[in-house]
């Protein structure tokens, strides 16, 4: 972890005392500065926080529905009939071909 170097780099510098890694990670999580948010963009986690307006929120909600409701229709246009194909590719993977 290149944040946990710094910080032990830090401290020698300062003459203060190492933590251990498992107190670094403890402190690191209790400070919620790294946390895997599953489906939360900046506004949710904010909202979240208590550092954004209801209304925000609200709207962001809408927009987020809004697209889940498209992505939704794509997908059935593609199961019904056939009749909308639907054709993905790796164009990176393409390029190291060439």
Do not use: H, W
Request: charged share 30%; hydrophobic share 35%; glycine share 6%.
């Amino acid at each position: 972890m290149e944040i946990n170097q710094e910080c032990k780099n830090r401290g020698k510098d300062k003459q203060l005392p190492i933590a251990s890694r498992q107190i670094f990670v403890e402190e690191f999580d209790a400070g919620n500065f790294a946390k895997y948010r599953l489906n939360q963009c900046d506004v949710c986690v904010s909202c979240a926080n208590g550092n954004v307006d209801e209304a925000t929120y609200t709207l962001q909600r809408l927009r987020k529905d809004m697209a889940q409701n498209g992505k939704d229709d794509k997908k059935r246009a593609c199961d019904n009939g056939g009749k909308v194909k639907m054709i993905t590719m790796d164009l990176q993977a393409e390029l190291l071909l060439l």
